[in-house]
T-cell receptor, first 116, second 112 residues
């Protein structure tokens, strides 16, 4: 099946620094990628929809200037958490939609962000 | 709409028993539903999906039932195994919105 990778798998950073998380579709092209955030014992919450070659669409309550999304190619989307604070500590998961598979989305393994 | 849970309900079953995990959804326009399994520290893993023109779909050891009248979805796991222990999420999608909306999740614990 289609494979989505994320890098890094975990990161620890100091408060005030920025962190970039990469999401790659390894064996298919994805015009659309999605970024989710998951707090402990909670469900996945959609943060934004990333479209190749255009601006991301952010969900209500998600600060676009804090969570910068770039989808420069059909296989790569990046999420940059700018000026990270401890409350940004979470599990960030991306998914990618395969053009050939219609609605099906394939999820990455997630990135654990801890902000000290 | 989106669902946030302060805690996960837990279903505890004996190995070999059948498990039934339930999910309610709210969007009448949803036409595609998926069940995901998530193990600790990992991303969601696709289990089975169903479209709104069906009310039942079977896979290997899993069956999904859809009741559009009451907006209810269930996942049945036959002969539950310890490896099935995980958190299970339902997700819904309508064609007008490409992103998935996840339910609050259920933790399945399989006792050996």
């Amino acid at each position: 099946g289609a494979v989505v990778s994320q890098h890094p798998s975990w990161v620890i950073c100091k408060s005030g620094t920025s962190v970039k998380i990469e999401c790659r579709s390894l064996d298919f092209q994805a015009t659309t990628m999605f970024w989710y955030r998951q707090f402990p014992k909670q469900s996945l919450m959609l943060m934004a929809t990333s479209n190749e070659g255009s601006k991301a669409t952010y969900e209500q309550g998600v600060e676009k200037d804090k969570f910068l999304i770039n989808h420069a190619s059909l296989t790569l989307s990046t999420l940059t958490v700018t000026s990270a604070h401890p409350e940004d500590s979470s599990f960030y998961i991306c998914s990618a939609r395969d053009l050939a598979s219609g609605n099906e989305q394939f999820f990455g393994p997630g990135t654990r962000l801890t902000v000290l | 709409g989106e669902s946030v849970g302060l805690h996960l309900p837990t279903l505890s079953v004996q190995e070999g028993d059948n498990s039934i995990i339930n999910c309610a959804y709210s969007n009448s326009a949803s036409d595609y539903f998926i069940w995901y399994k998530q193990e600790s520290g990992k991303g969601p893993q696709f289990i089975i999906d169903i479209r709104s023109n069906m009310d039942k779909r079977q896979g290997q050891r899993v069956t999904v039932l859809l009741n559009k009248t009451v907006k209810h979805l269930s996942l049945q796991i036959a002969a539950t195994q310890p490896g099935d222990s995980a958190v299970y999420f339902c997700a819904e999608n309508d064609t007008g919105r490409r992103a998935l909306t996840f339910g609050s999740g259920t933790r399945l614990q399989v006792q050996p």
